[in-house]
């Protein structure tokens, strides 16, 4: 195995700026000086989108940006002690300690672990005391290697030191630790008190989004302060190298669980009923002994204490259940369903569309006939099936539009059970799921029948499946929540929960609710036929205002939902104004990055160097419909960046509308131009939004600050 650390890789005295991207820019260099880089410019890349996820500095004046990269092969640590230290984002001030932690993104396991390693050592003042003391590269090494439990590689020519001479122990540094010996377990005084004689027991479970650093840390530090409070703490690590999951008889004794967690939590549903304590993964880093203490307290005490609710779902990995608000708790919800719902829209209508191209839009009538009476070595002839618009008249092309619809429309006809299911999981974790998809489907289905009389009845749509899945979720919630003898504890999320769940909540919207949101989704399609004029262009501004406020919110995802439901209809004309409101959100979607990452170029004085570097990142981000791209701008001003991207994708918006542009995919932003009706309105509307856009920006940055102000910051 290649050594994680070598010579070639350390820097001491190095003084790289004041700024922390030139720092990993640096860093990204001596990786690639050290031949270690087969791509730089994308390790500088996934650098700086881990970092703009969250800072990576931590108590103690250490940084430790770190990412899975395309950019390495084999995984790597390069490490400087930065003269003068820099800012990473820490409470207690800058870091004179970095390292950057390269994991390849395939990298295996053993790989990892040696990673997760060196996220534990870090929170040991003895290993960070030695690398402060060490008077040469060699040392920094030696002084790694032991820790990770590596032979030390052999020694190189001293690598240049980039800056003022090695050697000075930073005051206050504490105890320091010869290399070679083995590092100190001394930590700070405990503040946690001691455990109740009846709850000396805790579980948690930690999470970064990365899974290298940030997860295997705070779980060390929660191990350590547990050891100095005397209490039996057993963490879960839900990283890189895989989780092994808690056994279920440590978790039933356990009297409180700890979820220090930047995502979901896996299966949370086994914490069920215990006292919680939750925040960040980075809160226990900082203050690891105070939460020890809180989980105590809440153990001693379980009536004061948050739960984990059986509602609880993987998709709300940080809150606090008794805090969320019933906003709050709408919102997440909403959002799990949609956030599972969209792969399968992305997927089936990208399939759809592609299936046009190949096969033209004549395919929605033969592809049956061409799936069952054709295939690879008897492929069918496009004229004798009308199939005008088959791409270069290919039997072959044909047949596969015939395939790519068959597949995209399985795929799309799911997306509504699964905005339902997931929904429902949101509400009663894996017990609602079954009932949720149920409730889907009847939402595609219920009332889509001819009666014997002639009238026709529209589903209930998406409507129906928010409606349907939220009764599907509070009836599982409610049903397991009922005391049962113990036998038939184990029927009850297999059997019992989704059965009578399923039964509860159907006939609920078969008896009582599916007709009245029939009769509103018949006239809500009534309404988008008959738009035309200044209703169609002021939809168009509204939905363009909506997917630009929030980018990627509930609002952004509102409009698209609005808008993706209409793309399954497949046998669509292409003036259909379900197609048109679709391009609408798109390209208002496609716009706030763009505007963006345009203002950074005519005015990059007003912007700051993380900001100009996510600009670059804005241009394809916006160009793949991924709006938010635009979030690091607007969170870092909002006041000034927000009502500039709204304006700019409300024209466009309402340009698209006017011109009617239409769109029959429901994702991939510029790289859909096959599936596009009038691609020059497309175009125009794009950039008109564009140029409205950044122009606001920059007109709204500029009132109060000059470039020279802004620059420097």
């Known amino acids: 195995m290649t050594a994680l650390i070598t010579t070639d890789l350390v820097r001491l005295g190095a003084d790289w700026g004041p700024d922390k991207h030139d720092v990993i820019r640096a860093l990204a260099g001596v990786v690639d000086d050290a031949g270690r880089a087969t791509d730089k410019d994308q390790l500088v890349e996934d650098a700086f989108a881990r970092e703009s996820t969250s800072a990576t500095g931590l108590p ?27 800012d990473f984002g820490a409470k207690d001030g800058p870091a004179d300690l970095a390292f950057l932690i390269a994991a390849p993104a395939g990298g295996d396991a053993d790989h990892l672990t040696i990673l997760t390693k060196l996220a534990r050592a870090l929170v040991k003042p003895a290993f960070t005391d030695a690398l402060r003391s060490a008077e040469s590269i060699e040392e920094v090494v030696d002084v790694v290697a032991h820790e990770l439990g590596e032979p030390a590689p052999a020694a190189k020519a001293a690598a240049p030191a980039s800056g003022a001479p090695s050697g000075a122990a930073v005051p206050g540094g ?19 008190t001691a455990a109740p004689a009846a709850a000396t027991s805790l579980v948690a479970v930690t999470a970064c989004p990365t899974g290298i650093a940030h997860t295997y840390m705070a779980a060390e530090a929660l191990e350590a302060a547990a050891e100095r409070a005397g209490v039996d703490l057993q963490v879960e690590t839900q990283g890189s190298v895989g989780a092994k999951p808690l056994p279920h008889d440590t978790i039933a004794r356990a009297g409180a669980v700890i979820f220090a967690v930047d995502v979901g939590v896996r299966d949370r549903g086994r914490f069920a009923g215990k006292p919680m304590v939750s925040s960040s993964v980075k809160r226990p880093i900082d203050d690891a002994d105070a939460m020890i203490a809180e989980a105590l307290r809440y153990a001693a005490d379980p009536a004061s204490a948050p739960r984990v609710e059986g509602e609880a779902s993987g998709g709300d990995g940080g809150g606090d259940g008794a805090a969320e608000s019933w906003g709050g708790r709408v919102r997440r919800v909403l959002m799990t369903g949609v956030s599972y719902m969209i792969p399968f829209v992305a997927a089936g209508g990208l399939l759809i569309a592609l299936s046009f191209l190949l096969g033209g839009y004549e395919i929605v009538g033969p592809y049956g006939d061409i799936a069952v009476n054709y295939g690879i070595f008897n492929l069918p002839d496009p004229e004798e099936l009308g199939l005008e618009h088959a791409l270069f008249n290919s039997g072959l092309m044909a047949y596969l539009g015939a395939l790519f619809f068959i597949i995209g429309k399985t795929a799309f006809a799911l997306f509504l059970p699964a905005l339902a299911g997931y929904i429902a999981y949101a509400i009663a974790d894996r017990p609602g799921i079954a009932p949720g998809f149920v409730l889907g489907g009847l939402s595609a289905n219920l009332f889509n029948v001819q009666t014997s009389d002639g009238v026709a009845y529209p589903a209930t749509g998406f409507i129906g499946a928010m409606i349907g899945g939220t009764l599907a979720g509070i009836a599982a919630h409610w049903i397991a929540s009922w005391k049962v003898p113990t036998w ?17 909540a159907g006939l609920a919207m078969l008896i009582v609710l599916g007709r009245p949101i029939s009769w509103l989704m018949e006239q809500l399609t009534e309404g988008l036929n008959s738009m035309s004029g200044s209703s169609a262009i002021l939809l168009g501004v509204v939905l363009g205002l909506m997917m630009a406020f929030d980018m990627g919110g509930p609002l952004n995802k509102v409009a698209y939902t609005f808008a993706a439901v209409g793309v399954g209809g497949a046998s669509l004309a292409s003036d259909a104004p379900e197609l048109q409101i679709m391009a609408a959100v798109m390209l208002a979607g496609m716009v706030p990055p763009i505007a963006l990452a345009l203002a950074t170029v005519v005015r ?10 996510n600009g670059k990142a804005g241009w394809l981000l916006g160009l793949s419909f991924i709006t938010e791209g635009a979030i690091p701008f607007a969170a870092a001003d909002p006041l000034r960046v927000i009502p500039g991207i709204m304006a700019g994708s409300a024209v466009t918006g309402g340009l698209s509308m006017a011109m009617e542009v239409g769109v029959r995919a429901p994702h991939g932003g510029i790289f859909v131009l096959f599936a596009v009706e009038n691609v020059l309105g497309y175009l125009i509307a794009l950039v008109a939004g564009v140029i409205v856009g950044a122009i606001a920006v920059i007109a709204l940055k500029s009132m109060g600050s000059s470039d020279a102000d802004v620059a420097t910051v």
Not at 488 to 495: D, E, I, T
Not at 604 to 613: I, S
């Open 174 to 192: 504490g105890e320091t630790t010869a290399p070679g010996e083995a590092p100190s377990t001394a930590a700070p005084a405990a503040t946690a």
């Open 60 to 86: 103690g004046g250490i940084a430790i940006p770190h990412c899975r990269t395309e950019g390495v092969e084999v995984p790597t640590l390069a490490f400087a002690r930065l003269d003068p230290p820099v």
């Open 604 to 613: 990059p004085g007003l912007f700051n160097v993380p900001e100009r570097e």
């Open 488 to 504: 038939a504890r184990g029927l009850m999320p297999v059997l019992v929960i989704p059965l009578f769940a399923s039964v509860l």
